[in-house]
């Protein structure tokens, strides 16, 4: 198992690490109760991952003389709502969890999010604990201390910044992972090739046939590198005030388009939709060329994520989700842009007469 430290500046957050390998979820149990006393833990999953990990979490924590109790919701984006937090909030209390208590948050990014966003409200905040089981999770959403429900009007419309205690990343969870929730993490995985190091870029292109037969020693690699881009940002920029940002990029019309799918278009593969229409809009801007604009789109394509948008999606409606966009300034809609492959740039404003070209560029 390896550490990595995030370092946050104490005024905001407690700094903390991440402990990441492969085959230890007997020993997060006895790290959890070695580092994180409590009164009472509970563990908050899903309905997939309850079944797979969570029952059996339960006793191992049960069996250190730990008092736990397992809350579950059903999977899926559609429980990442203010409706399940409410639900959450009040078998917390019923269960007589104080400030004294812990949360872990069991399963991919909707779980995070979730349990993230109960545990930086219930009695103005108790602590909590995150063990990423999907590809996105390890990679990101458990990264950073961004914690959000949605609205029916758009994505992450309510939400706090609330770091976890500690992550624990076992890559093993991954072998139950579906290929669909395995590819929606790698697309994730490229954002980071496309805003941080263009040697991460070249290394993802040589290894797609890896990368899609899962290979263990590539995925070590490529999860721990991604790891820790996505900690070197929030260390410069905890709560976005500027630099963050670029963790966005693939994120204005991906959030745009998955809500206008309403929520059933998945996070990773909206990504990956906007990215390259992202990419697209910096070739018109005259930054990115069109060389490196094809090689985005032919690794989203050669990894299996979508380069088209899936038909029956209105774009008039993806367009007017920008508008409840939570990064517009004013009428001003920002846009995460690239100058090269590695080089992003925040952009003030993007015509939606070009907006309106890529999007139906991408769909006929
Ligand atoms: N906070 C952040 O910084 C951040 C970053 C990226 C994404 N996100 C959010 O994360 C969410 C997407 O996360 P996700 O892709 O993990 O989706 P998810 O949490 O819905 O998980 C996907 C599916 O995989 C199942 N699953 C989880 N672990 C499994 C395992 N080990 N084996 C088999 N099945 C398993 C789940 O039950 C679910 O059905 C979105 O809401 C997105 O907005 C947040
Ligand atoms: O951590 C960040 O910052 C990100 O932007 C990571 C994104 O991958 C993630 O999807 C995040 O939830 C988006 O945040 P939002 O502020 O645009 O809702
Ligand atoms: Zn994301």
Redesign the pocket.
Known sequence: MNRIKIHLDKRLSESHEICIGYDFQDRIGLLIAKDFPANRYVIVT?S??SR?YGKAFLEILRELGLTVDLLEFF???GS?TMETTLELTSRLLKLGLDRHSLLIAL???????MTGFVASIYMRSVPFIQIP??L??QV??SI?G???VNLPQG??LLGTFYQPKRIFTDLK??E???DE?YL??LA?IVKYGLIDEPGFFEQLEREVPALRARNREILETVIERSCRIKKGVVEIDEQESGFRRILNFGHTLGHALEAASNFTL???KAVALGMIAASRISVYAGFLSPEERDRIEALIGELGLPVRIPEGLSLPDALERLAMDKKKEGSELPFILLKKIGIPFISKEVETSLLEKILGEMTS
């Open positions: 899903d997939n991952v797979l999977a899926g984006e990442k399963g991919g990014g909707v779980v995070g999010d089981t999907t996105m999770a990101d959403s950073g961004k914690t959000a994505k992450n969870f991954l139950t992972l579906s929730e929606n993490g994730e998945a996070h990773g």
